[in-house]
C-alpha cells in the first residue's frame, strides 16, 4: 500500500474504555500522518456508517476499545461497506470479547486455563460458586473494568460490587491464579516478547494500568528458563485458535512457586499509545511506533 492512502482513525466510541481509546487513536493519528498517511480522525458514534460515508477512507485504523469498537459490531459495518480495517474481522472479535466464548475456544485446543463458571451478578451475589480465592468479572468488559478479586475470609461478593449491575448481568466466576502478570504481543504469527507487568498495587486494575506511575513494565520479562518461550508459543496458539489478525495481546498469570503458566485472556485491540504495551514491545524488536502502525495499515483487509 501506498503512503499516500487516506485513513480514517476510529476512537472514542461508547464504551467504558472511551478515554483510553480517546489516547490510543490521537497517537496513532498522529504516528500515520509522520508516516506520511492523509488521516481523518472520527470519534465514532452511532452515525459512524454515515461518517465513512462522507470521509470515504481506503482503510480503517480501528483504535476502539470496549464493546461496540472491539465486540465484532464496527468490524461488520466495515465489513458490509467493503472497507479494508486493522485488527481482527467479526467473528474473532467477537469471541474474543466474550470470556467465557473465549474459555471454551481455547480449551478445545488444549491451552492452560483457570478453572471458572459462566454465571450471573445475581447468583455470584448469593453465595461463593468456589472457595476463595477467586475473580468475578464481567463477560465482555475490558481493561479490567468491574474485574474484583474475593479472597478467603470474605462471607460474600464484596459490598457494592453489583452497584449499577443488574441481577442477570452475566459474569464469569474464576479461579485466582497467584503469580506475576505477563504479556505477549502477537503481530500476524509472531509472538514480539514477554512483558512482566509491576502494579503499584496488588491489583493490575484499570488505574493500575492507565494513572500516571501506576505499574511498570519490565520488558522482556526476567522468567526461569523454558517459561519465555512456552508463554510466546502459547500466545501464537491462541491468536491462532480465536482467529485473530493483525496485531492481538494475549494476558498471562505465572506463579513462580508451582510453575504454572495460565491464558487470562486474548485482546484484540490493545491499547496503542507510544508507551502502550505493545508498542513497548514492538521497540524492543527494534520497530517504531510509526513502523508498527504503517504495518497494521498495510495489514488491513476485510474478512470476506
Not at 467493503?82 to 472479535?93: D, K, L, M, N
Not at 448481568?169 to 514480539?192: C, N, Q, S, Y
Request: net charge negative; charged share 20%; hydrophobic share 45%.
Amino acid at each position: 500500500m501506498s503512503a499516500a492512502l487516506h485513513v480514517a482513525v476510529l476512537k472514542g466510541g461508547l464504551s467504558t474504555e472511551r478515554e483510553v481509546s480517546l489516547n490510543s487513536g490521537a497517537a496513532c493519528a498522529q504516528a500515520l500522518r509522520n508516516a506520511g498517511f492523509r488521516v481523518t480522525e472520527i470519534d465514532v458514534g452511532a452515525d459512524l456508517a454515515l461518517r465513512l460515508s462522507e470521509v470515504k477512507p481506503d482503510v480503517v485504523f480501528n483504535a476502539l476499545h470496549g464493546r461496540f469498537g472491539e465486540d465484532g459490531c464496527v468490524q461488520g459495518v466495515l465489513e458490509l461497506m467493503r472497507i479494508p480495517y486493522t485488527h481482527s474481522g467479526v467473528r474473532a472479535s467477537a469471541v474474543a470479547m466474550d470470556k467465557p466464548a473465549t474459555k471454551v475456544v481455547l480449551a478445545a485446543c488444549g491451552l492452560p486455563l483457570a478453572e471458572g463458571v459462566a454465571t450471573t451478578a445475581g447468583e455470584a451475589a448469593a453465595g461463593h460458586l468456589m472457595a476463595p480465592p477467586y475473580v468475578v468479572k464481567p463477560t465482555n468488559e475490558g481493561s479490567s473494568v468491574g474485574v474484583h478479586i474475593v479472597r478467603p475470609g470474605d462471607n460474600r461478593y464484596p459490598q457494592g460490587l453489583t452497584e449499577g449491575w443488574t441481577a442477570d448481568k452475566p459474569v464469569l466466576v474464576e479461579r485466582f491464579i497467584p503469580g506475576r502478570e505477563l504479556t505477549v504481543g502477537v503481530m500476524h504469527d509472531r509472538a514480539l516478547a514477554v512483558t512482566e507487568i509491576l502494579p503499584a498495587t496488588d491489583f493490575y486494575d484499570y488505574e493500575a494500568k492507565y494513572a500516571a506511575g501506576g505499574s511498570r513494565h519490565v520488558v522482556p520479562a526476567q522468567l526461569p528458563e523454558g517459561v519465555t518461550e512456552k508463554a510466546m508459543a502459547l500466545a501464537v496458539a491462541a491468536h491462532r485458535a480465536l482467529g485473530c489478525r493483525g496485531v492481538s495481546r494475549i494476558d498471562f498469570r505465572f506463579d513462580d512457586a508451582s510453575g504454572e503458566l495460565i491464558v487470562l485472556e486474548v485482546n484484540t485491540q490493545p491499547g496503542m499509545t507510544g508507551t502502550s504495551l505493545v508498542p513497548e514491545q514492538a521497540a524492543h524488536c527494534g520497530m517504531s511506533f510509526e513502523a508498527l502502525v504503517t504495518w497494521m495499515v498495510e495489514d488491513a483487509s476485510c474478512d470476506r
